[in-house]
């Protein structure tokens, strides 16, 4: 019986090898401020590991994140959403979680409108809705999804001048999901919290 226990010891020991290394990476990457620090250390993840979904996950949203802090610049912005056009593709094959990525798909195509509505508007605005709707019908209890859904359609009843006091209502369904809602695994998205507060807040005092 000892002898079998060794046996299996030592055929375990480098997937537990291999899973305290990849803990230890994505610890440091998530914890990262720099940006440029952070994508060389996710970068690092997925060449150690690249059978993993969420390191091109992260790639993904930090690019599209960085690409709304200038917009004006249509070199800077462009560069930075086909990165993140390349890690999501990459993600869709590692069996991820789709409703999360169909969120940053759509993020995605939202900075594009952002930049320029009059070019990229017409174009895109219906497959936000589209890939916003998708997600929801995969994941209606994830507060991203949710959160994601309700910024578009907001900012959909302001572009056309229309109320947005019952879409409030979304957000603080969002907000309360959060609560409820457990990710999958510890390095799953968990981002969104701060900024369902930020965006009810502004929603209830245009509603006033």
Not at 37 to 43: E, G, Q, T, V
Not at 61 to 88: R, T, V, W
Not at 140 to 150: F, Q, S
Request: glycine share 2%; proline share 4%.
């Amino acid at each position: 019986m000892t002898k079998l226990f060794l046996i299996i010891a030592t055929l375990m020991a480098p997937f537990v090898v291999a899973q305290n290394n990849y803990d230890v990476l994505m610890q440091n990457a998530l914890q990262e401020k720099d940006f440029d620090a952070l994508c060389n250390k996710f970068k690092e993840v997925n060449k150690q590991f690249p059978d993993q979904w969420l390191p091109n996950y992260y790639l993904a949203y930090h690019n599209i994140n960085n690409s709304f802090l200038n917009l004006k610049d249509e070199d800077h912005f462009k560069e930075k959403l086909e990165n993140a056009q390349y890690y999501i593709d990459r993600a869709h094959d590692l069996k991820p979680d789709k409703a999360e990525l169909l969120v940053l798909q759509a993020k995605l195509y939202l900075a594009y409108v952002v930049s320029n509505t009059e070019k990229y508007g017409r174009s895109y605005a219906p497959i936000i809705t589209k890939l916003n709707n998708d997600a929801f019908l995969l994941a209606p209890n994830n507060p991203r999804v949710v959160l994601n859904k309700a910024q578009w359609e907001i900012g959909m009843a302001k572009y056309f001048g229309s109320s947005t006091k019952s879409l409030c209502k979304d957000l603080e369904l969002a907000l309360n999901k959060f609560q409820d809602f457990k990710s999958k695994g510890n390095y799953a998205p968990s981002w969104g919290l701060d900024e369902i507060k930020k965006e009810l807040s502004s929603c209830k005092e245009m509603s006033k």
